[in-house]
């Protein structure tokens, strides 16, 4: 990330999974990604049928579709506290629905492990800011599954073939493919989108910065 250096230099809402080396960087905001949240509170229903984790993932959801549905793209203050409110009740229903951590023995290193519903929990309480934050500011979105999408066929890329080769090679597929995403986002057919480049024509967000 270092040596990217984008999230270093960048001073916006980063939207990631909880990583703690996403964490280190203070110097901008977090969001968490709903998705992930979304798979990880399905697994904990479907694995215990925690009736707090069923509410909070149908609790995300709805806002989710609440704030998609509008124009401004986040809830009004009274609405935010009452998702506040809502979503700590849940919360605290979930630490008394839980089973008890089993004191540390004595003489035993390191800390006590924890269940996947336990540590999500207090992930949910910490970051409580950050979770809900796509519902306080307009401009943070719910998920980072975009992003991620985008950089996935650079991973598959890397998987088949190892490697570029040349370092002029990789400057060129990340060009290529930030094209065709950006192309694709406007709403052009992929096809087309060759056909003009290679026609020699550039499209105006392009050409503006846009890839």
Not at 73 to 92: G, H, I, S, V
Not at 152 to 170: D, E, I, L, N
Not at 173 to 200: K, P, W
Request: glycine share 6%.
């Amino acid at each position: 990330m270092e040596e990217v250096n984008i999230i270093p230099r960048y001073g916006g809402v980063i939207i990631h999974d909880c990583w703690a080396s996403y964490l280190s960087y203070e110097h901008c905001g977090h969001g968490l990604c709903g998705s992930h949240l979304l798979r990880e509170l399905t697994f904990v229903v479907d694995s215990n049928q925690y009736r707090w984790a069923r509410n909070i993932k149908k609790l995300l959801s709805e806002t989710c579709h609440i704030v998609s549905k509008r124009e401004d793209k986040c809830l009004t203050e009274k609405e935010y506290a009452n998702l506040q409110k809502r979503y700590r009740n849940n919360l605290t229903r979930g630490c008394k629905e839980l089973p008890e951590i089993p004191p540390k023995p004595k003489n035993q290193r390191g800390k006590i492990a924890k269940s996947d519903a336990h540590n999500l929990l207090e992930r949910l309480q910490k970051y409580e800011t950050a979770v809900l934050l796509f519902a306080k500011e307009r401009h943070v979105p719910f998920t980072n599954n975009r992003a991620e999408r985008d950089l996935r066929m650079a991973k598959v890329k890397q998987k088949v073939s190892g490697c570029f080769r040349k370092q002029q090679y990789a400057h060129a597929y990340c060009r290529i493919s930030s094209y065709l995403q950006t192309m694709a986002a406007d709403g052009v057919n992929l096809l087309v989108a060759i056909q003009i480049a290679l026609a020699g024509q550039i499209s105006p967000r392009v050409n503006d910065g846009g890839e």
